[in-house]
């Protein structure tokens, strides 16, 4: 079992940065895919990246070249560095785990955080 937890969430301005964290439990977290999920209301939750256990990185095209997924395995920790936010990315971002291999659909993931709140607004 593997429970998650992200932070970081909040209010930025167009064009500014912020950088989520998802802090894990247990024991073997580096053997864990970790991915990153965004919803907004009404509409279906969208994959944004994935980390795998060998650090080899996935992005959407919407965020690629912006956003940056890193893991810290010595902290149970995977972050989301989001740069030049644009209004578009306001969304809840979920992290979520699949021990192994995980691509970017909702149904491979069997942990999922509660989600860390993201406005993008002037």
């Known amino acids: 079992q593997l429970q998650l937890v992200e932070s970081g969430g909040d209010l930025v301005q167009p064009g500014g940065s912020l950088r989520l964290s998802c802090a894990a439990s247990g024991r073997t977290f580096s053997t864990y895919a970790m991915g990153w999920f965004r919803q907004v209301p009404g509409k279906e939750r969208e994959f944004v990246a994935v980390i795998r256990s060998g650090d080899s990185t996935y992005y959407a095209d919407s965020v690629k070249g912006r956003f940056t997924i890193s893991r810290d395995n010595a902290k149970n920790t995977v972050y989301l560095q989001m740069n030049s936010l644009k209004p578009e990315d306001t969304a809840v971002y979920y992290c979520?785990?699949?021990?192994?291999?995980?691509?970017?659909?909702?149904?491979?993931?069997?942990?999922w955080g509660q989600g860390t709140q993201v406005a993008v607004s002037s």
């Open positions: 979520a785990a699949r021990k192994g291999y995980a691509g970017i659909n909702e149904y491979e993931y069997a942990y």
